[in-house]
């Protein structure tokens, strides 16, 4: 029998649910999403409270926003331990790393993969010859810095891509290993950019802090996962001052509207929503891991808020996705578009208890009848 997933389009992105339903001829209402990786109890409170402040002011709606949105990077500074001159604020990491590329000039860079699918487009528009290094998941997806380096100077690489937590993986690199990896890059003239998108769960593991001592080094950070803000569009990147003034150059005037400004400010300064979220979000984790290992997925020991696995070798031919979406309206993330992957590999965001238990649930009886 032909594998259904193969006559289907799979999304390249996660949380495509509109074309999902379409597809799938389903009410987009019931589908369960568990192929974004955002919080699912976010954003936090004070968010709202400044979106609700933005509606009754006119000003705010009717005024060009502060070119240089120092209130907002004050916060942001403040959150990720930089001074407010490091930061630099747009609509996304993709705009941004986009600026980057073009302001650094890049030539050639080196791309682990699997990655985020949008590495690959914005270094194609940014005419930068790409070179990706494959991560094997017989080893947990694990990089080495001398093979890293090594790679980089065989094809001549001026840059390096990396990403920490890795997305789909989930892997997680310590703060020291990255930084011994930024430390032999800077030896070797190349220059690195870390998207830190999901690190906001593990904050321990950042660089952000060291971009103040390690020159060649850029750091990409988001509100989009961890404060559930991903309508809104707002991404930071950290880098040497004068970095930071290149890349201003490459970016369009206000990228990011006063109203997001406002309720990303709210959302880095609420403390208590930022331990709580690490916490709770470690602790479903943790739940789903088992009850995952139990079902027998192959797990990889992800510390972000998602989890890979891949389907037991029997069903590894099988459309789980497919029975996931049509009998229980539960979408996770089809891996098929990972370079690397295929659809044997599934990605789950990590949600709240009783979500996750359906999921669970779900993956349980798909198993069982797996036609
Ligand atoms: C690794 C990684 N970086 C960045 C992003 C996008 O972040 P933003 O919403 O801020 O553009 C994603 C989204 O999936 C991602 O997986």
């Given at each position: 029998m032909p594998d259904i997933i193969a006559m289907r389009t799979v999304?390249?992105?996660?949380?495509?649910l509109r074309q999902i339903a379409e597809q799938f001829v389903v009410?987009?209402?019931e589908l369960l999403d568990f192929?974004?990786?955002?919080?699912?109890?976010?954003?936090?409170a004070g968010v709202m409270e400044a979106l609700n402040e933005a509606i009754h002011s006119p000003a705010i709606l009717r005024d060009y926003p502060d070119l240089d949105l120092p209130e907002l990077r004050m916060a942001l500074g403040g959150y990720a331990a930089?001074?407010?001159?490091?930061i630099l604020v747009a609509n996304g990491v993709a705009p941004l790393i986009d600026a980057t590329l073009s302001a650094i000039r890049s030539r050639s860079c080196l791309l682990p993969v699997p990655?985020?699918?949008e590495y690959r487009r914005i270094l194609t528009k940014c005419a930068v010859e790409i070179h990706p290094y494959r991560l094997l998941p017989e080893l947990d997806f694990r990089q080495d810095c001398e093979q890293l380096i090594g790679e980089c100077q065989r094809h001549q690489c001026d840059t390096l891509l990396l990403t920490n937590?890795?997305?789909?993986?989930?892997i997680t690199m310590s703060a020291q290993n990255m930084k011994d990896i930024v430390q032999r890059a800077a030896e070797n003239k190349i220059r690195v950019l870390l998207d830190?998108?999901?690190i906001d769960f593990v904050p321990?593991?950042?660089?952000s802090h060291d971009v103040l001592t390690l020159q060649n080094l850029t750091v990409f950070r988001s509100l989009t996962k961890f404060f559930s803000m991903a309508g809104l569009r707002v991404a930071y990147l950290i880098a040497p001052e004068h970095v930071v003034r290149v890349i201003s150059c490459n970016l369009a005037h206000w990228p990011v509207s006063s109203v997001a400004a406002m309720a990303a400010k709210r959302a880095t300064e609420d403390s208590k929503y930022i331990t709580a979220t690490i916490l709770r979000n470690r602790q479903e984790r943790e739940w789903l891991r088992a009850e995952l290992l139990n079902l027998e997925m192959a797990l990889f020991p992800g510390s972000a808020n998602y989890l890979l696995f891949r389907l037991p070798e029997h069903l590894r031919s099988k459309s789980v996705w497919e029975h996931l979406i049509v009998d229980h309206r539960i979408v996770v993330?089809?891996?098929?578009?990972?370079?690397?992957?295929?659809?044997?590999y599934m990605r789950v965001n990590v949600r709240n208890r009783a979500d996750n238990e359906l999921l669970i649930q779900a993956l349980s009886s798909s198993l069982s009848h797996p036609d």
């Open positions: 999304p390249t992105h996660g949380g495509q009410p987009i209402h192929s974004a990786s955002i919080y699912p109890d976010g954003p936090p930089v001074p407010p001159v490091n990655a985020f699918g937590p890795q997305n789909p993986s989930g830190e998108a999901f321990e593991r950042s660089l993330r089809n891996c098929a578009s990972f370079e690397g992957l295929d659809s044997s």
